[in-house]
């Protein structure tokens, strides 16, 4: 039988021995061609040995130096990914589905934004303009100003073409604060009217019409609503009431007669629950919603974390104790800004239709 040398055997045709002294082989003359320096392994627990090389003998070309502004860029990148995914580590894990706002950014807006739209989202990023009704009535305002600058293209008609041009300012307010219910009822409210334009009408005359109409649905769905409430409010009020009512507002109302308020809300509802005090939800008809929600988890809005209030300069027994405590590795940050009460917590709701029950809102 003819004798083989292991090394012009292929790896498959070895033995495991033969592979061994194969490697073991190729070692030693690494080793050699290298001056003995071998390369192993680090001791688990023990940390594992580093070449360092003086800065003096680091090649000055101009190749070198790309390469080490490369590495530079690399460790940045990396410093500023780990600094976001911090931040994202500081969100509480149950509520990652909802966005945090970032503000809106006039520079990056698509050109066809009027300015009316830049603005108006500008202060709703910043939360200069809050409250339900304060947003809705600064959002009708600025779409009349968009409709008196509007012209119509050729070849087309308002009525058709007025809605593709109110999408991307839909589209860009959203992106700044996320849209409440009456905003998009009255936004709905504002397309139907579009939509039934005659379009044997002047471009003019049909810009003042829709100018008209915001006006209407302010007026009678928002304004005079308020007055309403307010004098069916009144009644509910006597002399020598103490704490024996509690009034709250709404941010909505869903249809399984869930009020959708400012957080803190439905813990009050419950308090006064407890305590046998009627609660009475004073609403809006515009704010109503055919959508369904049992809880505060699944849809919501965050503020931001950092503007939550910082304890730190609440005065302490023991100076220093709460310093630094934003910081904390395990410490999560939340700022939602409702939350969601139950229709068995709540006695009746006003609005500008008279007092009904929670459970007839969807009628």
């Excluded at 966005?99 to 200069?128: C, M, R, W, Y």
């Excluded at 303009?129 to 308002?158: E, S």
């Excluded at 999408?167 to 409440?180: A, D, F, G, K």
Aim: a positive charge; glycine letters at 6%; one cysteine or more.
């Amino acid at each position: 039988m003819s004798h083989v040398n292991p090394a012009k055997k292929s790896q498959k045709e070895m033995t495991k021995a033969e592979r061994r002294a194969l490697q073991e082989r190729q070692r030693a003359e690494k080793a050699a061609r290298t001056g003995g320096a071998t390369s192993k392994k680090p001791v688990q627990g023990s940390a594992p040995s580093v070449n360092v090389v003086p800065t003096s003998e680091i090649p000055s070309t101009p190749s070198a130096n790309s390469e080490m502004g490369g590495v530079v860029k690399s460790i940045d990148t990396k410093q500023k990914d780990t600094q976001r995914k911090g931040s994202d580590n500081k969100q509480v894990a149950l509520f990652s589905h909802l966005d945090i706002p970032k503000g809106a950014n006039t520079n990056t807006a698509p050109k066809e934004i009027h300015p009316a739209a830049l603005v108006l989202g500008l202060q709703f990023s910043e939360f200069k303009i809050c409250g339900a009704n304060a947003r809705c009535i600064a959002t009708l305002t600025a779409f009349q100003k968009v409709i008196q600058d509007y012209k119509t293209p050729d070849g087309t008609t308002l009525s058709r073409h007025l809605p593709t041009y109110l999408s991307p300012q839909i589209t860009y307010l959203v992106n700044s604060r996320p849209m409440s219910v009456g905003m998009g009822n009255a936004i709905r409210h504002l397309k139907l009217e579009i939509s039934t334009i005659d379009i044997e009408m002047s471009e003019d005359e049909a810009k003042q019409v829709l100018c008209e109409k915001i006006d209407n649905f302010i007026r009678d769905r928002i304004t005079v609503a308020d007055r309403v409430i307010v004098e069916y409010g009144l009644q509910k009020i006597q002399d020598g009431d103490d704490v024996s009512k509690v009034f709250l507002g709404a941010h909505a109302f869903m249809s399984n007669g869930a009020l959708y308020s400012r957080v803190g809300t439905a813990l009050v509802a419950m308090m006064a629950k407890e305590k046998n005090i009627p609660v009475i939800v004073c609403c809006e008809t515009y704010k109503f919603t055919d959508k369904v929600q049992l809880d505060s988890f699944v849809m919501n809005e965050q503020g931001n974390p950092d503007e939550i209030v910082n304890i730190s300069t609440t005065p302490s027994p023991k100076p220093g104790l709460l310093s630094g405590w934003l910081q904390k590795p395990d410490l999560k940050l939340l700022n939602l800004l409702y939350d969601l009460t139950p229709s068995k917590y709540i006695t009746t709701v006003i609005t500008e239709v008279g007092m009904i029950p929670c459970t007839s809102v969807p009628v």
